[in-house]
């Protein structure tokens, strides 16, 4: 694979692209899902969690020294043969398409409850998949400039949460480790679909310009995203405390209501900007992970008309998902199947590289 020179990724477009690949919807409810397992202990819970895109950190940098310019669909055909590669890796883009079609919907509800009622959902659906499918269209190399702006634009929104510390206790965070050992472990099971996506790296690590840094700019990116993961739900706990965290939707949104800094008239709307364009990111980079592996199958046809004919399988995939609960249930049910899928996959497609080289 050789990228065009207007299609290169640099060592740090991909740390934010990272970033962009992990923090989806599942940041702004996993202290909702975590306080009911590990209680006060769910941050270090989080942090236990980030073993997981180590580990497939460990697989990318492998492969990527191994096949620098080659990427996963193109092994798994190599080593599978074409048939059962092919078969492989659709099967690989099916747990992709159910985070786009399941958190599209997640940002609707979000977008009605907080700041856009007058808008129903698929309204809202057809507006943001098509500003995701889009910017997705013009290239990775934008996406990467967009990832990296948008995290500059949106820390600061997230950091301010320290400034209104003192209106809640740090005994909402006490007794460390009150909730046992096996707790603290089966809470950093939860996290798993929230760390999910780094995956999709190795299929883009051949757009990166310098292959020597993607280790580097890997761990960078899981450790920004580890920070930001632990930072928001200690905050939420320490706001709120485990009842009231337990019984929000959506609990890191429902932290921003309590804050009151004088420089700032409504917080909580630059909150909800800034969350709103972490999950437009999110979709963004799947909606041209799942185009690109598309292509894959159809290399006859025109990037555009893929674009186009995805664009309202997309839209009417997430009209099933418009009920807030009904989405939750759903990804309860699939998350744990689409890991082990993921985790078992890429590590045979390892195994594969280090037997037959």
């Given at each position: 694979?050789?990228?065009?020179?207007?299609?290169?990724?640099?060592?740090?477009?991909?740390?934010?692209?990272?970033?962009?690949?992990?923090?989806?919807?599942?940041?702004?409810?996993?202290?909702?899902?975590?306080?009911?397992?590990?209680?006060?202990d769910a941050c270090i819970s989080t942090a236990i969690g980030a073993v997981y895109p180590l580990y497939i950190c460990l697989i990318i940098t492998y492969i990527s020294k191994k096949h620098p310019n080659h990427?996963?669909?193109?092994?798994?055909?190599?080593?599978?043969?074409?048939?059962?590669?092919?078969?492989?890796?659709?099967?690989?883009?099916?747990?992709?398409?159910?985070?786009?079609?399941?958190?599209?919907?997640?940002?609707?509800?979000?977008?009605?409850?907080?700041?856009?009622?007058?808008?129903?959902?698929?309204?809202?659906?057809?507006?943001?998949?098509?500003?995701?499918?889009?910017?997705?269209?013009?290239?990775?190399?934008?996406?990467?400039?967009?990832?990296?702006?948008?995290?500059?634009?949106?820390?600061?929104?997230?950091?301010?949460?320290?400034?209104?510390?003192?209106?809640?206790?740090?005994?909402?965070?006490?007794?460390?480790?009150?909730?046992?050992?096996?707790?603290?472990?089966?809470?950093?099971?939860?996290?798993?679909?929230?760390?999910?996506?780094?995956?999709?790296?190795?299929?883009?690590?051949?757009?990166?310009?310098?292959?020597?840094?993607?280790?580097?700019?890997?761990?960078?990116?899981?450790?920004?995203?580890?920070?930001?993961?632990?930072?928001?739900?200690?905050?939420?706990?320490?706001?709120?405390?485990?009842?009231?965290?337990?019984?929000?939707?959506?609990?890191?949104?429902?932290?921003?209501?309590?804050?009151?800094?004088?420089?700032?008239?409504?917080?909580?709307?630059?909150?909800?900007?800034?969350?709103?364009?972490?999950?437009?990111?999110?979709?963004?980079?799947?909606?041209?992970?799942?185009?690109?592996?598309?292509?894959?199958?159809?290399?006859?046809?025109?990037?555009?008309?893929?674009?186009?004919?995805?664009?309202?399988?997309?839209?009417?995939?997430?009209?099933?998902?418009?009920?807030?609960?009904?989405?939750r249930n759903f990804l309860v049910k699939v998350t744990p199947i689409m890991v082990i899928f993921l985790v078992i996959y890429v590590s045979f497609i390892a195994l594969l590289v280090r037997i037959k080289g």
């Amino acid at each position: 694979m050789n990228p065009s020179q207007n299609e290169v990724l640099t060592p740090s477009q991909l740390i934010f692209i990272v970033n962009g690949l992990l923090i989806g919807v599942g940041i702004l409810i996993l202290p909702n899902s975590l306080v009911k397992i590990t209680q006060q202990d769910a941050c270090i819970s989080t942090a236990i969690g980030a073993v997981y895109p180590l580990y497939i950190c460990l697989i990318i940098t492998y492969i990527s020294k191994k096949h620098p310019n080659h990427n996963i669909l193109f092994l798994s055909k190599k080593y599978l043969g074409n048939f059962m590669g092919s078969i492989m890796n659709l099967l690989f883009l099916i747990p992709f398409i159910f985070i786009i079609f399941t958190v599209t919907p997640s940002i609707t509800n979000i977008l009605r409850i907080y700041s856009a009622e007058f808008l129903s959902p698929f309204k809202l659906i057809i507006i943001i998949t098509g500003v995701c499918l889009y910017t997705a269209y013009n290239g990775i190399n934008l996406i990467g400039e967009i990832c990296k702006i948008i995290f500059y634009v949106s820390l600061p929104l997230i950091i301010l949460p320290l400034f209104a510390v003192q209106k809640s206790s740090i005994l909402n965070l006490l007794p460390v480790f009150g909730s046992g050992f096996n707790n603290i472990l089966k809470g950093s099971i939860e996290t798993l679909y929230s760390y999910t996506g780094l995956e999709l790296v190795l299929l883009i690590y051949p757009y990166v310009n310098d292959k020597k840094k993607i280790k580097n700019s890997l761990l960078k990116g899981i450790f920004l995203t580890t920070l930001i993961y632990v930072w928001c739900v200690f905050i939420t706990v320490y706001y709120f405390g485990l009842d009231l965290t337990s019984k929000s939707l959506w609990p890191v949104l429902s932290a921003s209501e309590i804050i009151d800094i004088p420089i700032i008239n409504s917080f909580r709307y630059l909150f909800m900007l800034s969350w709103t364009l972490i999950l437009l990111r999110c979709i963004t980079i799947y909606c041209f992970i799942a185009v690109y592996i598309l292509k894959d199958f159809m290399k006859k046809t025109d990037t555009k008309k893929i674009y186009f004919f995805i664009y309202p399988i997309l839209v009417f995939l997430s009209t099933f998902f418009t009920n807030e609960i009904t989405r939750r249930n759903f990804l309860v049910k699939v998350t744990p199947i689409m890991v082990i899928f993921l985790v078992i996959y890429v590590s045979f497609i390892a195994l594969l590289v280090r037997i037959k080289g």
